[in-house]
């Protein structure tokens, strides 16, 4: 009797364990952007145009507590005229599900190309940032932001 | 659900000409990114702001697309060069279609 219960319950906890990995195995993963879509995401915007660096000035936690609130702060140098600005400037994350985070678009009324916004981050990852000038030339700038928490799902 | 979002913005009331200045935008709302699962394990509908808008005098000055990366109860800032006095219109457009508005006035003098 003794050993038939523990025979069981050591059964059951096998199958279990089993289910559970099988569960854990088949469970739909969360499907995650990685530096391919971003690029993929860039392509469709800018096609295979030379990104040069320089010029933004990303600013972003190195360290992120919370996932669900980090704040990032682009500014791209520019003198900001009728003659020579910056049009749009492009966020992306490589690491959260979906790779957009936010894209803006500036003109010369604004003076200084800079915004601040709140991001959610899923995980540790990457943030990418394209900025497209009036002349067309497109800048990249790329920072990395350690997660704590996730700031997805719940 | 949850009560009407309600934007704050900060605009200075009076700017030298000329002058280059920060708005600062913050507006209630939950993001709902639709990555979400209920209880039940079913996704939560997404309903995010998509769109910022910030025009001067009638003209667009500033727009913003949001993701559902952006956080609940968005901030948005950016900058602004005084020319001339008038009236700030900025637009928040929800994915539900409505659209939250707040009017600031702005004075520029020397």
Known sequence: ?154 | MSTKPTPRVRVPAQVKPGEIFEIKTLISHEMESGQRKDSAGKIIQRKIINKFVAEFNGKTVFEADWNPAISANPYQSFFYKAAESGEFTFTWKDDDGSNYVSKNKLTVAA
């Open chain 1, 1 to 154: 009797m003794v050993w038939n219960s523990v025979e069981t319950t050591r059964r059951e906890a096998l199958a279990l364990a089993s289910i559970f990995g099988f569960a854990a195995l088949l469970a739909p993963k969360m499907s995650v952007a990685d530096e391919q879509t971003v690029a993929a995401e860039i392509k469709k915007l800018y096609g295979d145009k030379k990104l040069e660096s320089g010029k933004i000035k990303l600013d972003v936690p190195e360290i992120a507590e919370n996932g669900l609130v980090v704040p990032v702060n682009v500014e791209v140098e520019s003198p900001m005229t009728d003659a020579d600005y910056v049009k749009a400037v492009h966020v992306f994350a490589d690491g959260n599900p979906l790779p957009g985070i936010v894209s803006y678009r500036f003109s010369p009324a604004c003076g200084k190309a800079s915004a601040s916004t709140r991001m959610r981050l899923a995980q540790t990852q990457n943030i990418i940032c394209i900025a497209e000038m009036s002349n067309g030339n497109l800048h990249m700038a790329k920072a990395n932001v350690k997660v704590t928490i996730g700031g997805c799902g719940g």
